[in-house]
Nanobody, 127 residues
């Protein structure tokens, strides 16, 4: 069974960097093609930030995330990273990674297209 475990969250100074990890295990070929990073603020809908095709490493970013976040994949360790250089207070959220094979391919961040989800890691951006 596919399992995803996020790590790297915590309290971060505004303007500081972020590096989140999503360790995937238990997958067999065909279980998924894409891993995405999502985030959710209490009271708001979960939104997709970026995704990566784990076979060809093509990436896609939500417009608001482009240029601020970087998604990458270490296929030796089977870990997907989400990095940012300069966090803002509005980046405070719980961050989730998820795996799936979206029908519309890369760029499809509809939540129901992702079959496997991690438990989330909280990021708090403080002054």
């Amino acid at each position: 069974e596919v399992q995803l475990v996020e790590s790297g969250g915590g309290r971060v100074q505004a303007g500081g960097p972020l590096r989140l990890s999503c360790a995937a295990s238990g997958a067999t070929y065909g279980d998924y093609t894409t891993i995405g990073w999502f985030r959710q603020v209490p009271g708001k809908e979960r939104e997709g930030l970026a995704c990566i095709n784990v076979r060809d490493r093509m990436t896609w970013y939500r417009t608001s995330a482009r240029g601020r976040f970087t998604i990458s994949f270490d296929n030796f360790k089977n870990v997907v990273f989400l990095e940012a250089d300069s966090l803002k207070h509005e980046d405070t959220a719980t961050y989730y990674c998820a795996a799936g094979s979206p029908a519309d391919g890369l760029g499809d961040l509809r939540l129901y297209e992702y079959d496997y989800w991690g438990q989330g890691t909280q990021v708090i951006v403080s002054s």
